[in-house]
């Protein structure tokens, strides 16, 4: 079965201070990982996924096969980024998600 | 380009009451989904549509959730009788579908559910 882990339901760091949003997943086949936020009175949307390996708004996530995980992280947070983050597993061949429980970033000034 | 479209946003509803959430998918986008969210809770799947055919409904409890999709376009999810736990936020997204690698999910704005 497929599983996504996001062990911190609530993360608050300062302004500047570094971020890492923990995701670990549990998965038999060749996984597909994505990264969703979503800011305040806003709808769900893909922030980043591992297939791209590129830097949004500063985030960047490596998938680390042997440690099973997809950590989020970003250098020096702003007060923008605060959200909710959730980490997503694609099901090989299935063209759907699985969803962690997500994360509450709050970033304070 | 105009977002997946979701109504009603908010309904409340006594418990063996029915209700019936409404999505209009993204033009285009073969693949729709509805998804259940329970605070504090991630998005968890009820069911998943290829053009209008159910490709994966293996989570919606059958027994008073059923939903369909028209014509390969809009879709509706229907709850009959409601109980006190699907209080939830019920998402519909849609995405290409094309064949090969997951692509990015559009979502909707919800739609909130209170069952009392």
């Known amino acids: 079965a497929q599983r996504v882990t996001q062990p911190e339901k609530l993360l608050s760091v300062f302004k500047g201070a570094p971020v890492e949003l923990k995701c670990n997943y549990s998965?038999?086949?060749?996984?597909?990982l994505f990264w969703y936020v979503q800011y305040s009175r806003q709808r769900l949307q893909l922030l980043l996924r591992h297939i791209s390996r590129e830097s949004i708004k500063g985030f960047t996530a490596d998938l680390n096969k042997g440690e099973t995980s997809f950590h989020l992280k970003k250098p020096f947070a702003q007060e923008e980024d605060s959200a909710m983050y959730y980490c997503a597993l694609g099901v090989q061949g299935a063209q759907k998600l699985v969803f962690g429980q997500g994360t509450r970033l709050t970033i304070n000034p | 380009e105009a977002g997946v479209a979701q109504s009603p946003r908010y309904k409340i509803i006594e418990k063996r009451q029915s209700v019936a959430f409404w999505c209009n998918p993204i033009s285009g986008h073969a693949t729709l989904y509805w998804y259940q969210q329970i605070l504090g809770q991630g998005p968890k799947l009820l069911i998943q549509?290829?053009?209008?055919?159910?490709?994966?409904d293996s989570q919606l409890p059958k027994d008073r959730f059923s939903a369909e999709r028209l014509k390969g376009v809009d879709s509706t999810l229907k709850i009959q009788p409601a109980k006190l736990e699907d209080s939830a936020v019920y998402l519909c997204?849609?995405?290409?579908?094309?064949?090969?690698?997951?692509?990015?999910?559009?979502f909707g704005e919800g739609s909130r559910l209170t069952v009392l």
């Open positions: 549509f290829q053009n209008n055919g159910v490709v994966d």
């Open positions: 998965y038999s086949g060749s996984p597909e």
């Open positions: 997204a849609s995405s290409l579908g094309l064949q090969g690698r997951t692509g990015e999910l559009f």
